[in-house]
């Protein structure tokens, strides 16, 4: 039997989450999000930018 676990979080913490991520990028958030459109990011900023537009898509944004 396989057990599917959901996390479940509110809007504040989706975007806290992003604000981190962001952080963690080096980048602004308009900067990382138009560098990840043109392909220019490293490989850990683009996985960055994935997690983020995965964000945005919940926050429906």
Do not use: P, W
């Amino acid at each position: 039997m396989t057990v599917l676990a959901v996390d479940f979080k509110t809007t504040e913490e989706l975007k806290h989450e992003r604000d981190a991520l962001v952080q963690k990028s080096g980048l602004t958030l308009d900067e990382l999000m138009s560098q990840g459109e043109d392909y220019r990011l490293t490989v850990s900023q683009y996985a960055i930018f994935e997690e983020i537009a995965d964000i945005n898509y919940l926050l429906g944004e």
